[in-house]
């Protein structure tokens, strides 16, 4: 099958499979770094509940920290470990009550708690109870330097199996010259300001197929740099233009992933595409577009390898 064949095919089952309407199931191609659903003080062991336990998970995914794991400034303190400039703490919510003289509303908490404290009876004060909220702060570990290195443990990541590599497609990565940084993270981008990749590490995706399936996506954006082919990369999220710059990504991934053979990649890149069709609610013509984009981009990639070398 030659290039254009292939383009041809892509581009065509992208647009048949669209104009059908079907739903997209689109989930993360690698493993979860943390392991854990649920927020917890990493000191304490204790497990925070109700409103809490929303803040701190959705304040965890906010900012893309790789645990659920919290502690307070006194916890930090105790191992004398310390908070990374520009960190940001989190608010943990908890219900007091105050004990005040129903005739008088004078203050009697502490007097009522020493009583309580020694299991004594209070039924012979004239009080009432006033339940509040009260709050305090606490940081994730990824903003905390110098803890016990338990609390930072990757279990999962040791049960986990490095993938097998697949050598031409790792020429035709290198033969981009792009700076691709790897780390435990749960997060793939291309960060123009930087002009380099940042990747999860290779043994967290679920398969060859799906790690460079998203590497690929990622050095679209790269070669999409003002001093490559000076695509308009950088846009706001949730824009016609952000999503029309991820239909490019994908399809040209999915260009080049069927060049060395994976093709089955293809309908989970259209699903993708779905999601951010969504955004730009269906305009069809945006995929004939983002395919022509896309087909610059890939042939910018394969430009400096034998393509016969690499096709399956």
Same mark, same amino acid.
């Given at each position: 099958?030659?290039?254009?064949?292939?383009?041809?095919?892509?581009?065509?089952?992208?647009?048949?499979? %669209? @104009? @059908?309407?079907?739903?997209?199931?689109?989930? @993360?191609?690698?493993?979860?770094?943390?392991? *854990? /659903?649920?927020?917890?003080?990493?000191?304490?062991?204790?497990?925070?509940?109700g409103?809490?336990?929303?803040?701190?998970?959705?304040?965890?995914?906010?900012r893309?920290?790789?645990?659920?794991?919290?502690?307070?400034? $006194?916890?930090?303190?105790?191992?004398?470990?310390?908070?990374?400039?520009?960190?940001?703490? =989190?608010? /943990? /919510?908890y219900?007091?009550?105050?004990?005040?003289?129903?005739?008088?509303?004078?203050?009697?908490?502490?007097i &009522?708690?020493?009583?309580?404290?020694?299991?004594?009876?209070?039924?012979? %004060?004239?009080?009432? $109870? &006033?339940?509040?909220?009260?709050?305090?702060?606490?940081?994730? &570990?990824?903003?905390?330097?110098?803890l016990?290195?338990?609390? #930072?443990?990757?279990? @999962?990541?040791?049960?986990?199996?490095?993938?097998?590599?697949?050598?031409?497609?790792?020429?035709?990565? %290198?033969?981009?010259?792009?700076?691709?940084?790897? +780390?435990?993270?749960?997060? =793939?981008? #291309?960060?123009?300001?930087?002009?380099?990749?940042?990747?999860?590490?290779?043994?967290?995706?679920?398969?060859?197929?799906?790690?460079?399936? /998203?590497?690929?996506?990622?050095?679209?954006?790269?070669v999409?740099?003002?001093?490559?082919?000076?695509?308009?990369?950088?846009?706001?999220?949730?824009?016609? *233009?952000?999503?029309?710059?991820e239909?490019?990504?994908?399809?040209?991934?999915?260009?080049?992933? =069927?060049?060395?053979?994976? *093709?089955?990649?293809?309908?989970?890149?259209?699903?993708?595409?779905?999601?951010?069709?969504?955004?730009?609610?269906?305009?069809?013509?945006?995929?004939?577009? =983002?395919?022509?984009? +896309?087909?610059?981009?890939?042939?910018?990639?394969?430009?400096?390898?034998?393509?016969?070398?690499? +096709?399956?």
């Amino acid at each position: 099958m030659n290039t254009n064949d292939i383009y041809e095919r892509i581009t065509a089952t992208i647009i048949e499979m %669209l @104009e @059908e309407h079907k739903e997209s199931d689109f989930s @993360e191609c690698w493993y979860s770094l943390s392991g *854990e /659903v649920f927020a917890r003080n990493v000191a304490s062991k204790h497990t925070y509940s109700g409103i809490n336990q929303l803040m701190l998970s959705y304040i965890k995914r906010k900012r893309n920290y790789s645990y659920n794991r919290w502690l307070t400034f $006194k916890q930090i303190q105790k191992h004398n470990a310390r908070i990374i400039k520009g960190s940001k703490s =989190a608010m /943990v /919510v908890y219900t007091s009550a105050l004990y005040l003289d129903e005739k008088t509303g004078a203050n009697l908490t502490r007097i &009522v708690e020493a009583l309580l404290k020694k299991n004594q009876s209070i039924e012979h %004060l004239n009080v009432k $109870k &006033v339940g509040y909220l009260k709050d305090y702060r606490v940081f994730n &570990v990824c903003c905390v330097e110098g803890l016990p290195a338990d609390y #930072y443990e990757q279990a @999962e990541l040791d049960s986990l199996s490095e993938i097998e590599r697949d050598e031409r497609a790792e020429k035709l990565i %290198l033969s981009t010259g792009a700076n691709i940084c790897f +780390a435990a993270q749960n997060l =793939a981008f #291309y960060k123009p300001s930087d002009d380099k990749i940042y990747m999860p590490l290779t043994k967290q995706f679920v398969s060859k197929e799906a790690y460079y399936s /998203v590497l690929f996506h990622e050095l679209t954006h790269y070669v999409g740099a003002e001093s490559r082919l000076n695509r308009p990369i950088i846009n706001k999220f949730g824009s016609k *233009e952000y999503a029309f710059e991820e239909l490019i990504a994908e399809i040209s991934s999915a260009f080049i992933m =069927a060049f060395l053979g994976y *093709e089955s990649r293809i309908t989970d890149n259209v699903d993708y595409i779905d999601n951010w069709l969504a955004v730009m609610k269906n305009d069809k013509k945006y995929i004939i577009q =983002a395919s022509s984009q +896309a087909q610059t981009a890939s042939n910018y990639i394969l430009q400096n390898v034998n393509i016969d070398e690499i +096709a399956a």
